[in-house]
Nanobody, 127 residues
Framework: QLQVVESGGGVVQPGGSLTLSCAAS????????MGWFRQAPGNERRGISC????????LYIDSVKGRFTISRDSSKNTVYLQMTNLQPEDTAIYYC????????????????????WGLGTQVTVAS
């Protein structure tokens, strides 16, 4: 069974930074693309970034582009989301998931979750 565990969330002030981690188990990262989603209070879960199976294609939604960086470390079977210049609108529970290996195109991520949803990690941005 494909499972993930997210960690690294916390409470930060506007302009602060956090790095989230997503540890994969039951599968090898190299066999999948990976994505990060977030769900703000009262909203649906939404994909925000993806990285393809070998790391040479990374995509972001417009609202996080230039502030967030997705990366992967196959040796640790872990995906990361480095977040800088955090704003109150970034407050949400953040989730990661495995995506179809060859799904990402030049401009879009394949928002098809192939792993079980973890508990997520809470990010709160407040002064």
């Amino acid at each position: 069974q494909l499972q993930v565990v997210e960690s690294g969330g916390g409470v930060v002030q506007p302009g602060g930074s956090l790095t989230l981690s997503c540890a994969a188990s039951g599968f090898t990262l190299d066999a999948y693309s990976m994505g990060w989603f977030r769900q703000a209070p009262g909203n649906e879960r939404r994909g925000i970034s993806c990285i393809n199976h070998n790391g040479d294609n990374r995509l972001y939604i417009d609202s996080v582009k230039g502030r967030f960086t997705i990366s992967r470390d196959s040796s640790k079977n872990t995906v990361y989301l480095q977040m800088t210049n955090l704003q109150p609108e970034d407050t949400a529970i953040y989730y990661c998931t495995a995506l179809p290996k060859y799904g990402p195109t030049k401009s879009s991520c394949p928002w098809v979750a192939l792993s079980s949803w973890g508990l997520g990690t809470q990010v709160t941005v407040a002064s």
